[in-house]
């Protein structure tokens, strides 16, 4: 059985940073990645990684978002730096397998204050 934990969301002032984990079990991914969803707008992708590391971010994160992964522990990261309030929402752990199947964790909740 697939399992996609997160952790590490919560408050946060602007400017400041917060990292994601998502530790995954039942399966090898091909690409791990983060969405997210704001009160009243479609969920977006935020950032993916390859198993191989390559990663693709939206535009709006470039240069102050990094994922990462480790690939022995099966877990993706989201270093979250100089967040804005704009980056409210809940972050959504995906994890695609080889065969095309997505997976997806509970969610987890991150504010940032102005």
């Known amino acids: 059985q697939v399992r996609l934990v997160e952790s590490g969301g919560g408050l946060v002032q602007a400017g400041g940073s917060l990292r994601l984990s998502c530790a995954a079990s039942?399966?090898?991914?091909?690409?791990m990645g983060w969405y997210r969803q704001a009160p009243g707008k479609q969920r977006e992708l935020v950032a993916a990684i390859t198993y191989g590391g390559i990663a693709n971010y939206v535009d709006s994160v470039k240069g102050r978002f990094t994922i990462s992964r480790d690939n022995a522990k099966n877990t993706v990261y989201l270093q979250m730096n100089s967040l804005k309030p704009e980056d409210t929402a809940v972050y959504y752990c995906?994890?695609?397998?080889?065969?095309?199947?997505?997976?997806w964790g509970k969610g987890t909740l991150v504010t940032v204050s102005s």
């Open positions: 039942g399966s090898i991914f091909s690409i």
């Open positions: 995906n994890a695609q397998r080889f065969n095309g199947i997505d997976d």
